[in-house]
């Protein structure tokens, strides 16, 4: 079946610092990358859909300057949470599809702590 | 805006009970439905994808059902083990975006032994 990946598993950064979290499709070429959020007890929001090659679209209320998403190529996107403070604590998961109408795979998630 | 319901929140069953998940809608224009399974602090595993135009799908001991007109799903475990504990998410794309996913807040399964 299809793996998606994400690194790192956790991460724990210093308030004000830069944190970059990656997303890999490892045996399929993902032309479309999508970044959720969970908060503790909460379900997934989504934040952007990415396609390799072009800008992400960020959902409503996501600030693209804070939260910097890279789709360079079709297996790694990247999601950069930029001067992270504590309220950026949360569960970042990525999934990733062969097509606009593919079955999306989600990768493990992230941990971000931000003391 | 679509709004995804999940009915319980949690729920503690004694092994080999048979059990039933509830997912409503608001908005019955879906391309599909999903139901996930969600490990503590891990990913998700898609458990079954029901298409518009079915009323059920099948896996194993899983059941899911859909009633799309009523805005409403169900995911069915038959005798439950302790390896099924886990929160069980429903998710809805829109028939509009099929690459934008609501999620429910999930059912949180505790299966003992």
């Known amino acids: 079946g299809a793996v998606v990946s994400q690194h790192p598993s956790w991460v724990i950064c210093k308030s004000g610092t830069s944190v970059k979290i990656e997303c890999r499709s490892l045996d399929f070429q993902a032309t479309t990358m999508f970044w959720y959020r969970q908060f503790p007890k909460q379900s997934l929001m989504l934040m952007a859909t990415s396609n390799e090659g072009s800008k992400a679209t960020y959902e409503q209320g996501v600030e693209k300057d804070k939260f910097l998403i890279n789709h360079a190529s079709l297996t790694l996107s990247t999601l950069t949470v930029t001067s992270a403070h504590p309220e950026d604590s949360s569960f970042y998961i990525c999934?990733?599809?062969?097509?606009?109408?593919?079955?999306?795979?989600f990768g493990p998630g992230t941990r971000l702590t931000v003391l | 805006k679509q709004e995804v319901t999940q009915i319980p929140a949690a729920l503690s069953v004694p092994e080999g009970e048979n059990l039933v998940l509830n997912c409503s809608f608001t908005d019955s224009a879906i391309y599909n439905l999903q139901w996930f399974r969600q490990d503590p602090g891990k990913g998700l595993t898609s458990l079954l994808l029901?298409?518009?135009?079915?009323r059920e799908q099948t896996s194993g001991r899983l059941n899911a059902s859909l009633d799309k007109s009523s805005g409403r799903s169900t995911l069915y475990i038959a005798a439950s083990q302790p390896g099924d504990s886990a929160t069980y998410l429903c998710a809805v794309p829109t028939q509009y975006n099929f690459n934008k996913f609501y999620f429910g807040s999930g059912t949180k399964l505790n299966v003992k032994p």
């Open positions: 999934s990733a599809s062969a097509g606009q109408a593919d079955t999306q795979y």
């Open positions: 029901i298409q518009s135009s079915q």
